[in-house]
């Protein structure tokens, strides 16, 4: 192996190349970074831990919060809340926004987080993960509310996934690439592993809940039909499934091998977009996929180009190898905007 380069190292380095990243925005970085190490820590201790099972409490969603989901909010708000990078948080677990603690200096930058995405895994040892997205405060205004999130994702400094798998794997984005770092749990450090990650144009892998099927619409039907018709299909080849259920580790094997991730807007609740928030799940993966070569659109248009209107919005996604995105999104112009 060659010389192993961390974490801050990788940091430093860009900020010396590109200039890009500033020193708030590496120290943010880094603390997400050390607040997923601790989370790792509590994902593997498991029932060791006592931290397997529910909370016995309901996020703003109406979603059960699982004791990890609690633990895993409460480590990223302590971890960031004193370093002075900070003006606000947001979360999948909490109803508004968590704005730092006067007693603490107030920094740029706004910080999203889903802090354990995969929640439904928990408890049967399948990888889940922590995902983060990072904004810059508006600067024409002192003080700091909801309305100071609601930026398009094409706004984002930067954003990130941590996976808890067979590895843990950081994978991140500051807008020049994307890089992916080890954990060495003997070193306690993050070890880059790979960077300018690429997703391929092409694909022949998808991921989708195929028990929804009956309820999507037509174009998504119409993707999906293809696959299954195989070689003898329109398509002229045989197509593959996955579908782990959480979406870090499903982004992480499109981001590895290539493939498409599809939760899309069905109808049995047609008033709502999707099951995937906007602002903790989908904006932030679609930087990470974009960033790679790889596209991302709800059907009608890029997801980095949608204006949330509220801090949990959801949105339908639609991500991954380009040519095939570009494919479903046309089925859905064709259909006339289903
Ligand atoms: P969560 O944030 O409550 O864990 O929900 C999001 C997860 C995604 O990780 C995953 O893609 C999806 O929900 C799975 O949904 P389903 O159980 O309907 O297949
Ligand atoms: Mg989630």
């Known amino acids: 192996m060659g010389k192993r380069i961390s974490l801050t190292q990788y940091l430093i380095e860009q900020q010396r190349m590109h200039g890009h990243i500033p020193a708030q925005l590496r120290l943010l970085i880094e603390v997400v970074a050390r607040a997923c190490k601790r989370i790792a820590i509590s994902v593997n201790k498991g029932a060791l831990g006592d931290v397997l099972g529910s909370a016995g409490t309901e996020n703003v969603q109406g979603e059960v919060q699982k004791k990890l989901d609690v633990i895993c909010n409460e480590v990223l708000i302590e971890a960031n809340e004193w370093g002075g990078h900070l003006a606000a948080m947001a979360s999948e677990e909490m109803d508004g926004i968590y704005v730092v603690p006067n007693r603490f200096p107030q920094g740029e930058y706004l910080l999203l987080f889903d802090p ?49 798998g067979p590895q843990t794997t950081l994978v991140l984005t ?42 999507w619409a037509p174009p998504v039907r119409r993707y999906i039909d293809e696959c299954l018709a195989g070689k003898d299909g329109p398509r002229g080849k045989d197509f593959n499934m996955r579908w782990v259920a959480s979406m870090v580790a499903d982004v992480h094997r499109i981001l590895t091998r290539g ?35 790889g596209a991302a659109t709800n059907g009608q248009q890029r997801i980095l180009d949608i204006q949330p209107s509220k801090l949990h919005e959801r949105v339908s996604v639609i991500l991954g190898s380009k040519n095939e995105v570009e494919r479903v999104t046309a089925y859905h112009r064709e259909a006339g905007g289903a």
Request: hydrophobic share 35%.
């Open 174 to 215: 500051v807008g020049d690439g994307v890089a992916m770092f080890t954990l060495d749990r003997e070193q306690g450090s993050w070890v880059l592993t790979q960077d300018g990650v690429t997703i391929p144009e092409d694909t022949k892998e998808f991921a989708i809940n195929m028990s929804n099927m009956r309820h």
């Open 116 to 164: 354990l995405d995969g929640s439904s895994n928990i408890d049967v040892n399948v990888s889940i993960g922590t995902i983060f997205s990072v904004l810059k405060k508006p600067d024409d205004h002192a003080g700091v509310s909801e309305q100071d999130f609601l930026q398009p994702g094409s706004k984002q400094a930067a954003a990130g996934y941590c996976i808890y």
């Open 259 to 293: 493939g498409i991730f599809m939760y899309p807007w069905d109808k049995r609740e047609p008033d709502k977009p999707g099951k995937l928030r906007l602002m903790y799940e989908a904006n932030p993966m679609s930087f990470i996929v974009e960033q790679a070569g």
